[in-house]
T-cell receptor
């Protein structure tokens, strides 16, 4: 079985400050990990993914995420937040080996609010 | 939103009616998916299809039906058996099992409201 937890419903940060959106996962094998962003009344946009290799993954719009196997975490980060980063963020996981249908499991989402 | 289109953007349905949501992709992806999103909640998988003429139930398939007659199209029918259909419906596609990571890409969504 595979699962994802996003422990914070909302994260508030001031513009220009660093931001972190947390994600922890559980898989029986090795994980593929993804971050998506959703703006109001829009579909999800792919930000970045971890497959293997370097634990720090860089993605779109200046976002990056750090894979930590020992803590089973994949936190999303950005050094300097913009007001336009305000949106709903989803973490997702797929077990690399134990997933016949190649299905993604999504977290419940974290709303990021960046204030001027 | 890329090469995935969903129509209509907004849909209103009377109780007891069936409605069909359209999803088309021009990415030449093998796999397609339907998700339901409720306010303040994550995504739940309704149906998915890894290949033409084949599809599988997801976590919440009751009250929904799909078809996959063409590679680029994966329509979803919300039947009168679905007790609470008001939600935001998202279609996605991915390259398929031949692609190692099989990243899913999403359409813009259809908001369905039952009157």
């Amino acid at each position: 079985a595979q699962s994802v937890a996003q422990p914070e419903d909302q994260v508030n940060v001031a513009e220009g400050n660093p931001l972190t959106v947390k994600c922890t996962y559980s898989v029986s094998g090795n994980p593929y990990l993804f971050w998506y962003v959703q703006y109001p009344n829009r579909g999800l946009q792919f930000l970045l993914k971890y497959i293997t290799g370097d634990n720090l993954v860089k993605g779109s719009y200046g976002f990056e995420a750090e894979f930590n196997k020992s803590q089973t975490s994949f936190h999303l980060k950005k050094p300097s937040a913009l007001v336009s980063d305000s949106a709903l963020y989803f973490c997702a996981v797929r077990d690399m080996w134990n997933n016949a249908g190649n299905m993604l499991t999504f977290g419940g989402g974290t709303r990021l609010m960046v204030k001027p | 939103d890329g090469g995935i289109t969903q129509s209509p953007k907004y849909l209103f349905r009377k109780e007891g009616q069936n409605v069909t949501l359209s999803c088309e992709q021009n990415l030449n992806h093998d796999a397609m998916y339907w998700y339901r999103q409720d306010p303040g909640q994550g995504l739940r998988l309704i149906y998915y299809s890894q290949i033409v003429n084949d599809f599988q139930k997801g976590d919440i398939a009751e009250g929904y039906s799909v078809s996959r007659e063409k590679k680029e199209s994966f329509p979803l029918t919300v039947t009168s058996a679905q007790k609470n259909p008001t939600a935001f419906y998202l279609c996605a596609s991915s390259p398929g099992l031949a692609d190692g990571t099989d990243t899913q890409y999403f359409g813009p969504g259809t908001r369905l409201t039952v009157l």
